[in-house]
T-cell receptor
Framework: SAVISQKPSRDICQRGTSLTIQCQVD?????MFWYRQQPGQSLTLIAT?????????ESGFVIDKFPISRPNLTFSTLTVSNMSPEDSSIYLC????????????FGSGTRLTVV | AQKVTQAQTEISVVEKEDVTLDCVYE???????LFWYKQPPSGELVFLIR??????QNEISGRYSWNFQKSTSSFNFTITASQVVDSAVYFC??????????????FGTGTRLTIIP
């Protein structure tokens, strides 16, 4: 299955600033997915990033708050803009499996704390 | 719209007991995929199994087994002879469409499993 390198693994940020999270995949993939996991909660999809087109955002998430770049088939970034304490979460990127027996692979996550 | 329900928020069992985690799903598609993931305290998501909607065979992998029943829209997960290392949050998830790899996952709310030594 694909291997994803996600960074940073964690960060503590000041209110009002922005953080960019990077995900690098070791193989070319069509779609990359960005999820948020709020403390003690399940995973919620933020957006789907397809190379060469604008990301598709889920209800409740907007591009101005969570801009995404997808410059090629192995890389994507998610920016959390103008952060508030409510943005404190784990952010994960994911790609689909490339073989029948594989599931979706997830990055190790970015644990964000906004103070 | 697709939906995954994990009614058990938390379960605690004594080590070596068997435990079953329930998952009920809703979808309008005839082709879909079901998943189980484990999230240990370290936070990473560990893929356990993927099952497509046309394969209702039960699956066994070591101490883990899965029971898929389309008639009840359920995909339950059983751990036999539980161990302390099984303590984690377990998520059931669903993706619709046969374009596997390019469809989002919808997650259940998770079940926190605690194995008591």
């Amino acid at each position: 299955s694909a291997v994803i390198s996600q960074k940073p693994s964690r960060d503590i940020c000041q209110r009002g600033t922005s953080l960019t999270i990077q995900c690098q995949v070791d193989s070319q993939v069509t779609m990359m997915f960005w999820y948020r996991q709020q403390p003690g909660q399940s995973l919620t999809l933020i957006a789907t990033a397809n190379q060469g087109s604008e990301a598709t955002y889920e209800s409740g998430f907007v591009i101005d708050k969570f801009p995404i770049s997808r410059p090629n088939l192995t890389f994507s970034t998610l920016t959390v803009s103008n952060m508030s304490p409510e943005d404190s979460s784990i952010y994960l990127c994911s790609v689909g499996g490339q073989a029948v027996s594989y599931g979706y692979t997830f990055g190790s996550g970015t644990r964000l704390t906004v103070v | 719209a697709q939906k995954v329900t994990q009614a058990q928020t938390e379960i605690s069992v004594v080590e070596k007991e068997d435990v079953t985690l329930d998952c009920v799903y809703e979808t309008r598609d005839t082709t879909y995929y079901l998943f189980w993931y484990k999230q240990p305290p370290s936070g990473e998501l560990v893929f356990l199994i993927r099952r497509n909607s046309f394969d209702e065979q039960n699956e066994i992998s070591g101490r883990y087994s899965w029971n898929f029943q389309k008639s009840t829209s359920s995909f339950n997960f059983t751990i036999t002879a539980s161990q302390v290392v099984d303590s984690a949050v377990y998520f059931c998830a669903l993706s619709e469409n046969e374009d596997f790899g390019n469809e989002k996952l919808t997650f259940g709310t998770g079940t926190r499993l605690t194995i008591i030594p």
